[in-house]
């Protein structure tokens, strides 16, 4: 069954198709975070590096152009109609946590917050929603926002060559592989920051 598998992605991804669904997903993913694109980005990663289909390049390329777009639609929607879309979170919640923390990161490190959400599944579209719902420059959203998406692609679709490049003969362990990387490092700097923000109420 896993052979099956194998062939059949294996199939897609030799087609020209594979790079309209990466964009397409990476573009949804910016405005409405069902399925995170990390995980079609690192498994075209692991094809890449184990049968040099698709293009690496390309999969950065358009992965990053996907996030981009993504980015922009929902900063316009923060732009238009964030005051009422953050006045229906329960007070408390996890995502009104999420929004208040956000919105406190920019009040404090401006842009530099969405290069650092955007590799937090969820984070980057509370970030880009409430960086346009507080009215930040589209112009400096515009220039911050191509820093975040170059270099997530390239993150992700680099852990992905990774695995895949370690598991040439298996590109389904080489996606496990690349995951675990993904999953280990993000939970790594989440711990780390929980850290420093326990540390930051405790000296206070």
């Known amino acids: 069954m896993n052979e099956a598998i194998v062939h059949a992605v294996e199939g897609f991804v030799s087609t020209p198709w594979v790079y309209v669904a990466l964009f397409g997903i990476a573009m949804l993913d910016g405005f409405f975070p069902v399925v995170p694109?990390?995980?079609?980005?690192?498994t075209l990663g692991v094809f890449a590096a184990a049968q040099g289909d698709p293009a690496l390049f390309w999969v950065i390329v358009v992965a990053a152009l996907g996030a981009f777009a993504g980015d922009h639609v929902s900063y316009l929607i923060g732009r238009r109609s964030g005051a009422r879309l953050t006045a229906r979170l329960s007070e408390g919640s996890r995502t009104w946590r999420v929004y208040e923390r956000v919105g406190r990161m920019l009040a404090e490190r401006g842009g530099l917050v969405l290069v650092a959400a955007r590799y937090i599944p969820g984070g980057r579209t509370a970030a880009t929603l409430t960086t346009g719902a507080t009215g930040f420059p589209r112009r400096l959203f515009t220039r911050y926002d191509a820093v975040a998406v170059v270099s997530w692609a390239c993150y992700s679709a680099g852990l992905g060559y990774v695995g895949g490049a370690a598991f040439e003969e298996t590109p389904l362990y080489g996606v496990a592989?690349?995951?675990?990387?993904?999953?280990?490092?993000?939970?790594?700097?989440?711990?780390?920051r929980g850290l420093r923000t326990r540390a930051g109420g405790q000296a206070r």
């Open 177 to 192: 592989l690349g995951l675990a990387l993904a999953f280990t490092i993000t939970l790594v700097h989440e711990g780390v």
């Open 37 to 42: 694109s990390e995980t079609l980005v690192i």
